[in-house]
T-cell receptor, first 112, second 112 residues
Framework: DTAVSQTPKYLVTQMGNDKSIKCEQN?????MYWYKQDSKKFLKIMFS???????INETVPNRFSPKSPDKAHLNLHINSLELGDSAVYFC???????????FGPGTRLTVL | GEDVEQSLFLSVREGDSSVINCTYT??????LYWYKQEPGAGLQLLTY?????DMKQDQRLTVLLNKKDKHLSLRIADTQTGDSAIYFC????????????FGRGTSLIVHP
């Protein structure tokens, strides 16, 4: 059983499009995260939800909007995609906000 | 903001020990983690240490924490080619924000 899963694994799209990445965890965790990893492997947190409430919202463009329909899901919607959005996006989850995080396999987004 | 620094590359011979170092600036760090990322995969938690500990051993892995110098290290004994990956140091602040900060990762290359 996959603990943290993301779909799709690869996403290739044109500039200006709107796309979503989905994340699900079956660990029973109450906190979920989105990270962006750039081409230099730098990993930066974007958002965190605890019990469906947004608790971390780092400086990211308004074009990025997370949505948590329930504790097991955290989706990331991106409007008006730009070339600079190309990266690998990782979802993660944890039990509580200060414990170890379990990562999904990543979604490689390529904007052409 | 808080900072976590790692050297970018480490090359070792198979069978030798590897030591990956990390420094951080947040004096209120409560948890410090080591993650491993294999090519094309997500981050996998290897081990973690609480800030009130100075050493933790787990099979081939030894974590040393020098809280005074804000220095964390990961030693891998008898390094194997399967250990080749990027290793990320991460810390979570105890200052209330619980925003995890990751280092840029150390690429460990194990050659025969």
């Amino acid at each position: 059983d996959t603990a943290v899963s993301q779909t799709p694994k690869y996403l290739v799209t044109q500039m200006g499009n709107d796309k979503s990445i989905k994340c699900e965890q079956n660990l029973g965790h109450d906190t979920m995260y989105w990270y962006k990893q750039d081409s230099k492997k730098f990993l930066k947190i974007m958002f965190s939800y605890n019990n469906k409430e947004l608790i971390i919202n780092e400086t990211v463009p308004n074009r990025f909007s997370p949505k948590s329909p329930d504790k097991a899901h955290l989706n990331l919607h991106i409007n008006s995609l730009e070339l600079g959005d190309s990266a690998v996006y990782f979802c993660a989850s944890s039990q509580g906000t200060a414990s170890e995080q379990f990562f999904g396999p990543g979604t490689r987004l390529t904007v052409l | 903001g808080e900072d976590v620094e790692q050297s970018l590359f480490l090359s070792v011979r198979e069978g030798d020990s590897s030591v990956i170092n990390c420094t951080y600036t947040d004096s209120s760090s409560t948890y410090l983690y080591w993650y491993k990322q294999e090519p094309g995969a997500g981050l996998q938690l290897l081990t973690y240490i609480f800030s009130n500990m100075d050493m933790k051993q787990d099979q081939r892995l030894t974590v040393l924490l020098n809280k005074k110098d804000k220095h964390l290290s990961l030693r891998i004994a008898d390094t194997q080619t399967g250990d080749s990956a990027i290793y990320f140091c991460a810390e979570i602040s105890g200052g209330g924000s619980y925003i995890p900060t990751f280092g840029r990762g150390t690429s460990l290359i194990v050659h025969p």
